[in-house]
């Protein structure tokens, strides 16, 4: 069936991408200031305009727009990485890529939107602890660059390249945590390539 010649889907679509992003905004602004348990879904829809019946043609709960920040998240460092120069070493390219997650953590998220992430996921259902999912594209390429380097044997192989990315991962979010704990009042990038430059030893061949 064809569509009336006057009828515009695309204009259509347009403003429904656009509520979708105002309601996205509204909510990560909201979850900044007053903590991420403490934002109804009436406060967001307020903050927009708009009633609860349209927030639920975007999203199903709250908890997916918790979702979507990590998935944003992980769509930035996936680009990171594929334009990443793969000639380097394994060692390299894992140095750059956390240094990218600190650099957008830092300079990016900011300390005040990282402590309501943190916070957030602390009282987190476990299918929503996104921090430590390891389906998330985030952990996915830390394997990838720990599987590369144990092929060229600058990894050792005694333990699994998952059981690495545990490790890894675990490191990523105690550093985080402690530059939350002293309110983000040292350059988390710089810190954080000095120590992982040294924690590197427990996985090194």
């Known amino acids: 069936m064809k569509l009336p010649q006057k009828y515009d889907s695309s204009g259509r679509k347009k403003k429904s991408q656009e509520t979708k992003l105002k309601l996205y905004n509204a909510a990560i ?27 639920y043609i975007h999203y199903q709960s709250k908890e997916a727009i918790l979702v979507e920040q990590f998935e944003k998240i992980d769509s ?3 680009e990171r990485y594929n334009n990443s120069d ?9 140095m750059e890529f956390l240094h990218t ?3 957008l953590t830092q300079d990016v998220l900011k300390i005040d939107s990282v402590k309501v992430v943190y916070k957030s996921q602390i009282n987190a259902p476990q299918n929503l602890k996104l921090l430590i999912d390891d389906k998330r594209l985030y952990f996915k390429i830390i394997q990838e660059i720990i599987e590369l380097g144990q092929k060229s044997k600058e990894f050792r192989v005694d333990l699994s390249s998952k059981e690495i990315t545990l490790i890894v991962t675990r490191f990523v979010r105690a550093i985080i945590y402690d530059w939350i704990l002293h309110d983000g009042n040292y ?9 992982f430059n040294l924690y590197l030893n427990t996985i090194k061949n």
């Open 29 to 55: 602004k909201l979850f900044n200031r007053y903590g991420y348990e403490n934002v109804s879904i009436s406060q967001i829809t307020n903050k927009v305009g708009v009633g609860k019946g349209t927030f």
């Open 76 to 78: 930035f460092y996936l």
């Open 86 to 94: 793969k000639n380097n070493t394994a060692k390299v390219q894992l």
């Open 101 to 103: 997650v600190a650099v």
């Open 187 to 195: 350059n988390l990038a710089t810190d954080f390539d000095r120590s």
